[in-house]
């Protein structure tokens, strides 16, 4: 069916919208950052000319203050994603493990009030650890010296602290999500596995392991590739709560990109960062692909 | 009265629930009763309530509306959020129709595109973009800060996934009846796509509403921040040093959005299993 020319016309029309917001909004900044890479580029002053690889070159020379801006956000925005995406992903498994063996009238209202705080801008969630962790005047310092702890515990100031506080200002803000996408893939499960294993004697771990966790295991994968480009984009919570401190280390890549093009004015220098980090990305991304399809192969 | 076999079994399990229950919530329970208190009290205190209630955060923020002027802040948000996701679900469903129905001429390059985006972090065309816009002048525009928003391939993927699944015979049954195209998508694909497009609404509206990198490189002036930027400046700015205001302002922030939520509850639990991981 659909044949003939008004449908062709119909059809062109109908996605030519959407083509002309996605070359104008999505492939040209593409391709203008791609060419600005390979140029001396002020965000204020324009092109100052061609310099072909040199930006890249400087970002990967150890010893200029590009290569310390990349590789110290880089550095830290991995570290991040390391400490991050376990308790993002085994946290969320546990707490819809728990939804999915609660009588159904509870359900729904612990699964809202566990994903209520999905709902809340990330620089209101930074607005209210900020002020729960603040070294002075902070509600926790204050619990924690009304409790009779001598010192406040500096907790924005000093690490490990100020990464505890950011993972506890993330996992608080988007753990639902994943919880809400685990607790899809249980529904899914097959119930008369589960009467299977009870007749074979199976106990709760055992029921877990053999039954539940062969069929949850792609949803899992997804969730696990889906936190790690979330923690890879880690900005607003280290940009407001911590800002990037103590002594940069909670820095992440985005930030220091952004530094170069605006605090230092080299668009050409982070738009070379952001290449590089998107090629980054994209290498992660594949090689956990690979190693996923290698093991269900 | 004895209680059910399997809730009496669930109580431990029901404890833990609560308790974490309590956990998730005590962070919103200890902003709004902040909000009440004053600048001392929010400073020392080491209680959820005040001892001294105080409305002084509320009303002095709506006599400093002129340096932070909130409602405007929300009025922006409501503007942007409305119209992005309007445009978007609209021009995403016309896309993926076209692509996954109509055969259109280069369907195959348009859909390669589409994927080769959607492995392309977005940090990629952050700085060009703003960089654009800043060229042809219309920074601190509504312009930025809605149409960037339209090149997202995501929606038109997840429509044209769900067509493909979704069965051709009603379609073909009203084409044999001689309806028109628009007949067709007016009565046939609308009503059959809504939970995928309310789903591409809500992941919309929360992109949206949730951006802080984006509005901060292409807004200058105060007003036209987002609600979402203006809490940031807030955070950097003279509020600062004052607990109780900025968790007034939080509040002001944030119900809007617990509000939506709640009432949207049901459509965004839908939209995540909908996401089409299976």
Known sequence: MYKGASYKIWSVLMVSPFIIFFLLFWALPLVLGIWISFHNWNVSAGNLGFVGLDNYKMILTSGTIYNDLFMTGLKNTLYFVVISVPPLVLIALGLALIIDNLPDKFKTIYRTIFFISYSISVTAVSAIFLWLFNNNGGFINNVLMSLGMKEAVNWLGEQPYAWLTILIATVWWTIGFNMMLFINALNEVDSSLYEAADLDGAGAWGKFWYVTFPQIKNVGFFIVIMTVIASFNLYGQTRLITNGGPEQSTNSLIMNIQTSVFGMNQLGIGSAMALLMGIIMTVILGLQYWLSYRKTD | ?278
Do not use: C
């Open chain 2, 1 to 278: 009265m004895k209680m059910k076999r399997s809730t009496r079994k669930a109580i431990p399990l029901l404890i833990l629930a609560t308790i974490i229950a309590i956990l998730f919530l005590l962070p919103l329970i200890w902003m709004v009763f902040t909000s009440f208190k004053t600048l001392s009290e929010s400073m020392a205190s080491s209680s959820i309530l005040p001892q001294v209630w105080t409305l002084e955060n509320y009303t002095g923020i709506f006599t400093s509306v002129s340096e932070a002027p909130i409602f405007r802040w929300l009025f922006n948000t409501t503007v942007i959020t409305a119209v992005g996701t309007i445009i978007v679900v609209v021009v995403d469903i016309l896309a993926a129709y076209s692509l996954a129905r109509l055969n259109v001429p280069g369907k195959k390059v348009i859909l390669g595109m589409i994927f080769a985006a959607l492995a392309i972090p977005g940090i990629v065309t952050l700085f060009p973009a703003f960089y654009m816009f800043k060229e042809v002048g219309l920074l601190d525009s509504y312009i930025p800060l809605i149409m960037p928003y339209t090149a997202s391939t995501m929606g038109v993927f997840l429509v044209y996934n769900f067509l493909l699944a979704f069965p051709k015979d009603l379609e073909e049954a009203a084409y044999l009846d001689g309806a028109s195209q628009w007949q067709i998508l007016y009565h046939v694909i609308f009503p059959a796509i809504k939970p995928v497009a309310m789903t591409l609404a809500v992941i919309t509206f929360l992109a949206i509403y949730n951006d802080y990198l984006w509005p901060s490189l292409v807004t200058n002036s105060n007003e036209m921040k987002t609600i979402t930027l203006g809490i940031a400046t807030l955070i950097q700015g003279s509020n600062f040093v004052n607990p109780a205001k900025m968790m007034a302002s939080t509040v002001i922030a944030t119900i809007p959005a617990i509000v939506i939520f709640l009432l949207a509850n049901k459509h965004i639990v839908k939209s995540v299993t909908n996401t089409g991981i299976k």
